[in-house]
């Protein structure tokens, strides 16, 4: 099966049913993003496919052929973070990071459809859960990625 990976066409002989997060993580070889759940519940695993976030472990690899995936491991361009993931660093976020990277995604869908977010859109598309319970820092990472912090 073909798929696209953060900008590279790549080909995969997993069944059509198996989660693509795992077909990230084993096959493609990408371990940023996380299994956390596996009920789609918590966002680990979140990715984005054709832009949109989308929680990989409930997804089957037959559902995105020929679609476009981008994971944690695709923000970055020539070694520097994407302008959320230095928010990231700069707002301090994660304490035990297991969440961080379906964080991030989610974000980056969120500021995608709406730049400048209201907290509203910020409570509706940021629903992944954070052990540690740095969703303040988290709040501000996102304002100061759209530019409002």
Not at 10 to 31: E, M
Not at 37 to 59: D, K, P, Y
């Amino acid at each position: 099966m073909k798929l696209v990976v953060n900008g590279k066409a790549v080909t995969v002989s997993d069944s059509p049913d198996t989660p693509l997060l795992w077909v990230i993580r084993d096959s493609v070889g990408l371990p940023g993003t996380k299994f956390g759940c596996g009920v789609a519940q918590c966002g680990a695993c979140t990715v984005l496919v054709n832009g949109e976030a989308t929680r990989s472990c409930m997804v089957p690899l037959g559902s995105v052929a020929g679609k476009h995936v981008t994971t944690i491991e695709g923000l970055a361009h020539g070694g520097t973070l994407s302008k959320i993931q230095q928010a990231w660093v700069d707002a301090q976020v994660p304490q035990c990071g297991y969440c961080q990277s379906g964080m991030i995604m989610a974000t980056t869908a969120l500021l995608a459809k709406h730049p400048k977010p209201t907290d509203a859109q910020i409570d509706e598309s940021v629903t992944n859960i954070c052990r540690c319970g740095t969703y303040d820092r988290i709040r501000v990472a996102i304002k100061k990625a759209a530019g409002a912090a």
